[in-house]
């Protein structure tokens, strides 16, 4: 038998997608660096015809913007190519705020811009009694941005995020996400926002009205947004392990945020994907095998690399991994290679 979730594709996986729903800070770039193999993957599929949309939720930028940077690490996107949760948030507020009503913006410009164009009013500051609160992440989001957000809300606001992640990787590690700044007005509120960027399903069609997708791909970097998102939304989910959620993450991963296929990088657009198959207790992946012992994974991998396990080693993992957890096993963390962290 072959493992649950993962799917088995023969011939490069690009050429069974027409439209790939695409995340951009750990898939395609960390912070001002361009991820590995990433530009040069997105070449070669689109030469085999694969579309990109990408989607991100970093709401500070405009699409204009996020296209520019795209363009920075030799991926030429169109401003239409850019799909953000700040689009996404406005869209979910408004079905609940009329248009003219309103808002108080806590965040970037690519959330001012898109909270603006939707025909909401600019509030900047509680005491004009905004119908409504929306809050997306920004660098430069000041101690005076939260408390207005407080004061605010605490008057009866309606309370909106972008987006509830906790971290966003960058060329130096993990930096606060929106959501880690989100929280800071939960506590102090006690209102938890309505958000709609991933792994909502809303973001992702709206990408895919976009592309006019028939079979969307999605490609991102975390399991709790992008492969939550694809799964919530129906479509599948390729992770690559160039960012936030490690292959170690990965072999932990809750039904609902497993993946259906796996890559270290984007190279796995280009490439087929075995799904790993059961043989006599061992989940068999190419050269590389695994099982479960007992709470103990086991690994067999002729064929890693400085840089980690084989892609093939990592399915195999997966595939052990799941099975064991969806009959009760928890494995112990520390029987996990340690090239898969």
Not at 49 to 71: C, D, H, Y
Request: glycine share 10%; proline share 6%.
């Amino acid at each position: 038998m072959t493992a649950a979730g993962l799917i088995d594709l023969t011939g490069p996986v690009r050429r069974h997608f027409d439209v790939a729903l695409t995340d951009l800070d750990g898939v395609l770039f960390r912070g001002s660096a361009p991820v590995a193999h990433a530009a040069d993957a997105v070449a070669e599929a689109r030469k085999d015809g694969l579309q990109f949309i990408f989607i991100t939720n970093n709401a500070s930028r405009p699409p204009k913007v996020a296209a520019a940077k795209l363009g920075s690490v030799r991926i030429p996107a169109e401003r239409e190519d850019v799909v953000t949760a700040a689009e996404a948030g406005v869209q979910l507020m408004a079905q609940d705020i009329g248009a003219g009503a309103r808002v108080l913006v806590v965040g970037g410009n690519g959330l001012t811009e898109a909270v603006a164009k939707a025909g909401f009013k600019l509030a900047t500051a509680a005491v004009e009694r905004p119908a409504a609160v929306i809050q997306g992440w920004s660098p430069t989001l000041a101690w005076r941005d939260l408390e207005e957000a407080c004061y605010a809300i605490e008057a009866g606001s309606a309370y909106y995020a972008t987006n509830l992640d906790k971290n966003i990787p960058t060329e130096f590690g993990f930096a606060p996400g929106n959501g880690a700044m989100v929280q800071a007005v939960v506590a102090t509120t006690g209102v938890r926002p309505k958000a709609s960027g991933k792994p909502d399903p809303l973001i992702f069609r709206l990408a895919a009205d976009r592309g006019q997708a028939v079979h969307p791909l999605v490609i991102g970097d975390r399991l709790d947004t992008d492969m939550a998102g694809a799964n919530n939304a129906g479509y599948t989910g390729l992770l690559v392990l160039t960012g936030v959620s490690t292959a170690a993450d990965a072999l932990a991963a809750r039904p609902a945020e497993r993946p259906h296929l796996i890559a270290r990088d984007l190279r796995g657009l280009g490439q087929a994907h075995r799904a790993p198959v059961e043989d006599g207790g061992y989940w068999v992946c190419g050269p590389a095998r695994a099982w479960v012992d007992g709470n103990r994974l086991m690994v067999e991998d002729p064929d890693p690399d400085e840089r980690g396990p084989s892609n093939q080693a990592v399915r195999a993992a997966a595939a052990a991994a799941w099975t064991a957890a969806d009959h009760g096993v928890i494995l112990e963390r520390e029987s996990i290679p340690p090239e898969f962290f």
